[in-house]
């Protein structure tokens, strides 16, 4: 069964910092793209970054570039996101996701998010 547990999660203060971690388990992490998204209130749900499966490539959305860097440990199934320079509008739900093709189809897998609150 493939299990995606987020953590790292809280609140915090304008320009602080926080790393979210997220261990996965039931697939062959190091086959598998990562990716982080987030969603807050009342907002669409957006891409925040992306590792590749052999950790050599990354992106990220423009409004968390230069501030948050993604990073894959393989030999720990775990994905990290470190978030620096946090602002208030970061504030939202962090999802650490893969998604795995089988013969019916792509699936798409989320883990239970992560609360990410940045104060003023």
């Known amino acids: 069964q493939v299990q995606l547990v987020e953590s790292g999660g809280g609140l915090v203060h304008n320009g602080e910092s926080l790393r979210l971690s997220c261990a996965a388990t039931g697939f062959t992490f190091s086959d598998n793209v990562m990716n982080w998204y987030r969603q807050a209130p009342g907002k669409e749900r957006e891409l925040v970054a992306g590792i590749s499966s052999d950790g050599s490539r990354t992106n990220y959305a423009d409004f968390v570039k230069g501030r948050f860097t993604i990073s894959r440990d393989d030999a720990k199934n775990t994905v990290y996101l470190q978030m620096n320079s946090l602002k208030p509008d970061d504030t939202a739900i962090y999802y650490c996701?893969?998604?795995?093709?089988?013969?019916?189809?792509?699936?798409?897998?989320w883990g239970q998010g992560t609360q990410v609150t940045v104060s003023s």
């Open positions: 996701t893969t998604y795995l093709i089988k013969w019916s189809g792509r699936y798409d897998y």
